[in-house]
């Protein structure tokens, strides 16, 4: 096992204890959940490769965007203050999007520019359960490579890349390799090695 690896794992290890520590620094009505999955998609960013023309340069931010009702106040900005990420961190927040009439101009420019706005994005977190037309701004956050997070039972199935289960005592999540690769991103083994489960149907398997 190597270093990136260990460390990694420690990390899943400790995760509720860091939860602790940096939720102690933060706001009132942010649940020690959120700190924890905050730092844990923040380390996820030393990991996860993006293809060429989407990975942030070294001085520019990894973009996060929230998508739904925000549970996690000020924990990305804590996270990111006590150097859980590789590089600085941008914190986007997204208001749930409704199924758009594209017969409409009005409603087809606003979609439209909403998904301008999650592909311009490095990860989406999605928040809560399944969202209204998840599978279509699925595949179009892909389209954009991507890597989607979600937080609830069959995010995966939806399309989703990774799915975040809650604390207990340390972080889980799920993997779809199908997804990801259709996103062109790629996960390092030792990341899949500590999933709790993986998708992988290679094409022709």
């Given at each position: 096992?190597?270093?990136?690896?260990?460390?990694?794992?420690?990390?899943?290890?400790?995760?509720?204890?860091?939860?602790?520590v940096?939720?102690?620094?933060?706001?009132?009505?942010?649940?020690?959940?959120?700190?924890?999955?905050?730092?844990?998609?923040?380390?996820?960013?030393?990991?996860?490769?993006?293809?060429?023309?989407?990975?942030?340069?070294?001085?520019?931010?990894?973009?996060?965007?929230?998508v739904g009702?925000?549970?996690?106040g000020?924990?990305f900005?804590?996270?990111r203050?006590?150097?859980?990420?590789?590089?600085a961190?941008k914190?986007?927040?997204?208001?749930?999007?409704?199924?758009?009439d594209l017969?409409?101009?009005n409603?087809?420019?606003?979609?439209?520019?909403?998904?301008?706005?999650?592909?311009?994005?490095?990860?989406?977190y999605?928040?809560?359960?399944?969202?209204?037309?998840?599978?279509?701004?699925?595949?179009?956050?892909h389209s954009?490579?991507?890597l989607t997070?979600?937080?609830?039972?069959?995010?995966?199935?939806?399309?989703g890349?990774?799915?975040?289960?809650i604390?207990?005592?340390?972080i889980?999540?799920?993997?779809?390799?199908?997804?990801?690769?259709?996103?062109?991103?790629?996960?390092?083994?030792?990341?899949?090695?500590?999933?709790?489960?993986?998708?992988d149907?290679?094409a022709?398997g």
């Open positions: 096992m190597n270093r990136s690896a260990i460390l990694l794992l420690a990390f899943l290890s400790l995760s509720c204890l860091i939860g602790l940096i939720g102690g620094q933060g706001q009132t009505g942010t649940t020690t959940e959120y700190y924890v999955k905050a730092a844990f998609v923040c380390q996820l960013t030393r990991f996860i490769e993006w293809p060429k023309g989407k990975a942030a340069e070294p001085n520019a931010p990894t973009i996060i965007g929230i009702k925000d549970p996690f000020d924990a900005e804590i996270a203050d006590s150097r859980q990420a590789k590089y961190i914190v986007r927040r997204f208001k749930p999007w409704t199924s758009p017969d409409d101009p409603q087809k420019k606003a979609w439209e520019d909403y998904v301008k706005e999650l592909k311009s994005c490095h990860i989406l999605f928040v809560g359960p399944r969202q209204d037309s998840i599978k279509q701004v699925l595949q179009l956050a954009g490579s991507v997070i979600g937080e609830s039972e069959g995010f995966l199935e939806y399309g890349i990774m799915n975040l289960l604390p207990n005592p340390k889980r999540f799920e993997v779809n390799l199908v997804a990801a690769r259709q996103a062109r991103i790629r996960i390092p083994a030792q990341v899949l090695r500590l999933a709790a489960r993986v998708i149907k290679k022709g």
